[in-house]
């Protein structure tokens, strides 16, 4: 008996500091997050009880409309970094001459502070001395500069090839150590058998790394959401806000404009949103781990 309360209390202490991180870090945050959302506290001193006033002057606005365009820059984004990352991941581990050298040169763009990478994008959108639009205007395809940033429509794309640039590495590197796990016998039994590179991706890459390409996909949906620096640092959510995000706009509600209950709010909507997407991932990888045990 005294030896399984010794060994009930050292589980107790091996488990106190992991409960006082979520208890500080995660729990406290957002219970006080959420118990703000339902006031009017700002830069004054008095705080008073609104109910749910911040919410109705959420929906009440145009933050239905900035949903939208959030799951859309999210889609996008996260569907050009899986496929880009997908191609980039079978082409690394094709037996090529300079394999070695070509994974390398897929660092750099995560590997550059994010702040300087951002601001080298910024400076390649401008109309006036970016490479971008001179370039485009040396073969043809443009007959004058092109501000990317200053249209609606254009700095919404220019964000999304930033976030790409940035993410697709990590997503090329993560799926190509799901690819190197691959035993080599399948592939060598399917080409045995006559089957070609197409086939052999079709019918053994891909099924094999769906696990991979999920977990993947599921993170870097949550990253890509939560995404502030480079929409901030290029646009700061303009021209006119056609590049505000959910996150942008709960920044500039509650720094910008000090309306820290209406911006605690719309930080619970993200936090509501983005539990809604663990919930899926986590069914969907149940799934996957219930189908392969089988």
Known sequence: ???????????????LPAILYILIIVAYPLVDTFTLSFTDASLRKTVKW??????????????ATIIVRTFVWTFFSVAIKMIIGTCGAVL??????????????????WIVPMAIGIFMWGWMYNGQFGMISGVLQNVG?????????????????ATIITDVWIGVPLVTLYLLAAIQSIPKDLYEAAWTDGAGRFYRFRRITLPLIVPALVTMSMLSL?????????????????????????????????IGSYKYGEGAARAVMICLFLSV???????VVSKISTGEGK
């Not at 609104?50 to 933050?63: L, R």
């Not at 690394?92 to 763009?109: H, K, M, Y």
């Not at 997407?277 to 069914?283: D, N, T």
């Open 222 to 254: 949550i990253a890509t959401f939560n995404s502030f620096d480079i929409i901030w640092i290029l646009t700061q959510g303009g021209p006119n806000g056609q590049t505000t995000t959910m996150i942008i706009d709960t920044y500039k509600t509650a």
């Open 277 to 283: 997407f663990c919930f899926f991932y986590f069914r």
């Open 50 to 63: 609104v109910g749910w006033a911040n919410y109705q002057k959420i929906f009440g606005g145009d933050f």
């Open 1 to 15: 008996m005294t030896g399984s309360r010794g060994a009930t209390l050292f589980a107790l202490a091996l488990l």
């Open 141 to 157: 395809l443009l007959d004058r500069p092109l501000a990317w940033l200053a249209y609606g429509g254009t700095a919404f794309w």
């Open 92 to 109: 690394l581990n094709a037996l090529v001459p300079g394999r070695a050298l070509f994974r390398v040169l897929t660092l750099p763009p």
